[in-house]
């Protein structure tokens, strides 16, 4: 009873890790369609995406 319990939770953590991995895919940049990694804030209301440089609206990586 209680090995096939660890075995079968052991599966299911695996399994959703590889999900995570595999369908995590990063924000695209709306002007030019872009990966955007981080999002500068240089006032309340300028914000710009890198490594493309364009500039998004506020809390676009929010
Ligand atoms: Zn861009």
């Known amino acids: 009873m209680e ?3 660890s ?3 052991t599966d299911a953590d ?3 890790a590889a ?3 595999t369908t995590w895919s990063p924000p ?3 002007r030019c369609d ?3 990694r981080t999002v500068t804030a240089l006032g ?3 914000h710009y995406a890198h490594p493309c440089g ?3 609206y506020a809390g676009f990586l929010e």
Do not use: F, I, K, W
């Open 54 to 56: 364009c500039r998004v």
């Open 3 to 5: 090995t096939a319990e």
């Open 44 to 46: 309340p209301t300028d």
């Open 34 to 36: 872009a990966p955007v």
């Open 7 to 9: 075995d079968s939770r």
């Open 19 to 21: 999900d995570a991995a």
């Open 14 to 16: 695996s399994s959703s």
């Open 28 to 30: 695209r940049c709306p």
